[in-house]
């Protein structure tokens, strides 16, 4: 039984979606190991003002530096880590070590950035959260006001109260919020109009055939105008083409982020 475990425990790396239990079992015990064994490495991904080019955020992207498989993305750990809860351990870890560059990333550039961070639902809706976020900010010493964090509709699902709080909260506190995902998923509109967020990004699904579909183009020149009427910044997010950004930049997106600017990067490849 043993045995079968052992070769079956990276099928799901294969491509298959959802992992079995037994799979799921072997994943949990691996995760466990990269927790306790400092495996996560944090990339980042320049956001571009879509005007000038000029770089004016990050957004960190975490990956599983596995002592076998190599560099894993994160879709391939993070639904596991969702399930299991360790996505909670995973989330800090992200945190701290990107609230810790972000100063060595401030001081090259020598002028304030955004810092992004994606915040699991899961992590999010524990009561413990907005402490944890107070206490990286106070042991790193990085101003609230560099911190964006990225939540998705997910967070609003059951205990949307509760959610809405929490957002304010981290506001008060100086923290930036960003919506996700835009227009994926659960998207309501009513998200938008009810809770206090900075900024919306719209998904990278939408932007792909921008100059192709000209159903996908309406509806990000829409996107684009109503979060200015809200008052929100606009992220477009996985732009790769030349057309892309010149689409884009015509309609007033604020903020574009995607391979034709940049991958995202280890620290030092950003720094560089
Ligand atoms: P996301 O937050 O929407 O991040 C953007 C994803 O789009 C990243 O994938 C990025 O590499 C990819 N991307 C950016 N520009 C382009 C482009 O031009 N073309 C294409 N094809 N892709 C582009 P990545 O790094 O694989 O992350 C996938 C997702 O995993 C993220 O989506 C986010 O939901 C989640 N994730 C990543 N890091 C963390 C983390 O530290 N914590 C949590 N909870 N989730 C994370
Ligand atoms: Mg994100
Ligand atoms: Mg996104
Ligand atoms: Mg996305």
Same mark, same amino acid.
């Given at each position: 039984?043993?045995?079968?475990?052992?070769?079956? &425990?990276?099928?799901?790396?294969?491509?298959?979606?959802?992992?079995?239990?037994?799979?799921?079992?072997?994943?949990?015990?691996?995760?466990?190991?990269?927790?306790?064994?400092?495996?996560?490495?944090?990339?980042?991904?320049?956001?571009?003002?879509?005007? &000038?080019?000029?770089?004016?955020?990050?957004?960190?992207?975490?990956?599983?530096?596995?002592?076998?498989?190599?560099?894993?993305?994160?879709?391939?750990?993070?639904?596991?880590?969702?399930?299991? =809860?360790?996505?909670?351990?995973?989330?800090?870890?992200?945190?701290?070590?990107?609230?810790?560059?972000?100063?060595?990333?401030?001081?090259?550039?020598?002028?304030?950035?955004?810092?992004?961070?994606?915040?699991?639902?899961?992590?999010?809706?524990?009561?413990?959260?907005?402490?944890?976020?107070?206490?990286?900010?106070?042991?790193?010493?990085?101003?609230?006001?560099?911190?964006?964090?990225?939540?998705?509709?997910?967070?609003?699902?059951?205990?949307?109260?509760?959610?809405?709080?929490?957002?304010?909260?981290?506001?008060?506190?100086?923290?930036?919020?960003?919506?996700?995902?835009?227009?994926?998923?659960?998207?309501?509109?009513?998200?938008?109009?009810?809770?206090?967020?900075? +900024?919306? +990004?719209?998904?990278?699904?939408?932007?792909?055939?921008?100059?192709?579909?000209?159903?996908?183009?309406?509806?990000?020149? =829409?996107?684009?105008?109503? &979060?200015?009427?809200?008052?929100?910044?606009?992220?477009?997010?996985?732009?790769? &083409?030349?057309?892309?950004?010149?689409?884009?930049?015509?309609? =007033?997106?604020?903020?574009?982020?995607?391979?034709?600017?940049?991958?995202?990067?280890?620290?030092?490849?950003?720094?560089?």
């Amino acid at each position: 039984e043993a045995k079968n475990q052992g070769r079956n &425990t990276w099928e799901w790396y294969a491509g298959e979606q959802d992992s079995s239990i037994r799979e799921h079992v072997a994943i949990r015990r691996e995760l466990l190991e990269a927790i306790e064994g400092d495996q996560f490495v944090v990339h980042y991904q320049p956001l571009v003002d879509a005007a &000038t080019i000029e770089i004016r955020g990050v957004e960190a992207l975490v990956r599983w530096q596995h002592p076998e498989r190599g560099l894993v993305p994160p879709g391939l750990f993070i639904p596991v880590a969702e399930a299991t =809860g360790q996505i909670i351990d995973i989330g800090r870890c992200v945190l701290r070590q990107a609230c810790h560059d972000m100063k060595q990333i401030v001081e090259h550039l020598g002028r304030p950035i955004t810092l992004a961070v994606n915040i699991s639902p899961v992590h999010f809706r524990r009561s413990s959260f907005f402490s944890e976020i107070q206490a990286v900010l106070e042991d790193t010493g990085l101003a609230p006001s560099y911190l964006e964090l990225e939540v998705t509709e997910g967070v609003l699902m059951s205990a949307a109260e509760k959610a809405l709080e929490q957002v304010q909260a981290l506001r008060n506190l100086g923290v930036m919020v960003a919506m996700d995902d835009f227009g994926t998923g659960f998207s309501s509109l009513s998200y938008l109009r009810d809770l206090p967020i900075n +900024k919306v +990004k719209i998904d990278r699904s939408f932007i792909n055939d921008i100059d192709t579909s000209r159903h996908n183009a309406a509806i990000v020149k =829409g996107v684009i105008t109503m &979060t200015h009427h809200l008052g929100l910044e606009v992220v477009a997010e996985g732009v790769e &083409t030349e057309a892309q950004h010149e689409y884009l930049r015509a309609h =007033g997106c604020d903020l574009l982020q995607g391979f034709y600017f940049s991958r995202p990067v280890p620290l030092k490849e950003l720094l560089k």
